[in-house]
């Protein structure tokens, strides 16, 4: 199994009421939520636009590392070995933030 980068590479802020996740904490898990999806779905384009466009990782199924040109190379490989990925019911259990820096380019 692939392991999700998403969780891993966003850090939201986490300050709020105990029983009320923050807005960037559920904007979090609707795109673990969405990860996951695309990946049963097949959806290959909508997978590829969670990705940054200089994205480079190393995939648990790749021999070295790739950029956001073969991201989907695993999927497309469970297909033609004809695996099917069913999600299940996914139940957020933590998140860590360690707070993030966002700039903003402009022209």
């Known amino acids: 199994m692939v392991p999700c980068l998403l969780a891993g ?3 939201v802020s986490s300050q ?3 029983n009320r996740k923050p807005a960037d904490e559920q904007t979090l898990w609707k795109l ?3 990860y996951w999806r695309y990946v049963q779905d097949n959806d290959l384009p909508s997978y590829l636009g969670l990705w940054h466009k200089d994205f480079l990782g190393w995939p648990s ?3 070295t590392p ?8 695993w999927i497309t490989s469970a297909n033609q070995q004809r695996l099917v990925f069913k ?3 996914f139940k957020p ?4 933030i360690t707070g993030m820096s966002r700039s ?3 022209g």
């Open 9 to 11: 590479a966003l850090a």
């Open 16 to 18: 709020g009421e105990p």
């Open 32 to 34: 673990e939520h969405a």
């Open 61 to 63: 199924v790749s021999a």
């Open 66 to 73: 790739v950029h956001k040109d073969h991201i989907t190379e």
């Open 87 to 89: 999600s299940g019911e």
């Open 93 to 96: 259990a933590a998140i860590q």
């Open 104 to 106: 903003r380019v402009t």
